[in-house]
């Protein structure tokens, strides 16, 4: 598997990929359109996608992670937001996106981030040093599957607010 930037002939595809992998999952009520795909073109639209990773295996696109600025509680620097995350159906399970959020991760340190947020599964997330802090809220989920990975010694308190492409809702 080779984990790569984004280029500007992958938009299409990595849409594709998160419709798919996104497409009937238990996060949306029965019946509802997808919308990560949405937001991470928003996110591009609005030179808000600070990292977008794709993972190729034999040549394909195959999966996806974007990460984007966000403010958590009074830091208004240094905090990301991972997600989407997305792999195609037929290949979930197989490491891929355990592979984007690992590179994603490495990334971060790289440019000196102070950490990454999420709302996700603590099941798959905390395998890669993300954990529940109390005091960590995003408005509307229950604070188990709000987490964070921090790279220093600061703990993030607060609210997170992520950027406004999150708001989108199924069309």
């Known amino acids: 598997m080779l984990i790569r930037d984004e280029r500007s002939e992958d938009v299409s595809r990595i849409s594709q990929i998160h419709y798919a992998a996104f497409k009937g999952h238990p996060v949306h ?11 991470v073109e928003r996110l591009r639209a609005s030179g808000a996608l600070a990292l977008s990773l794709l993972a190729e295996a034999g ?3 195959v999966g996806h992670i974007a990460l984007s600025p966000a403010v958590v509680g009074d830091d208004l620097d240094g905090w990301f937001l991972l997600g989407p995350v997305g792999v195609l159906p037929r290949l979930q399970g197989q490491g891929i996106g ?8 490495r990334h971060m340190r790289d440019i000196g981030a102070t950490g990454v947020v999420l709302v996700g599964d ?6 890669f040093g993300f954990v529940s802090v109390p005091g ?8 188990q599957y709000v987490l964070a990975a921090c790279f220093g010694s600061k703990a993030p308190q ?14």
């Open 158 to 171: 607060g609210e997170i607010i992520a950027h406004e492409a999150f708001g989108v809702t199924a069309e």
């Open 122 to 127: 603590p099941g798959f997330y905390t395998r």
């Open 136 to 143: 960590l809220i995003y408005t509307g989920v229950p604070d």
């Open 98 to 105: 355990s592979g984007l959020v690992r590179e994603s991760l």
């Open 29 to 39: 009520p029965p019946g509802a359109e997808p919308v990560e795909h949405h937001i």
């Open 59 to 61: 040549g394909d696109v």
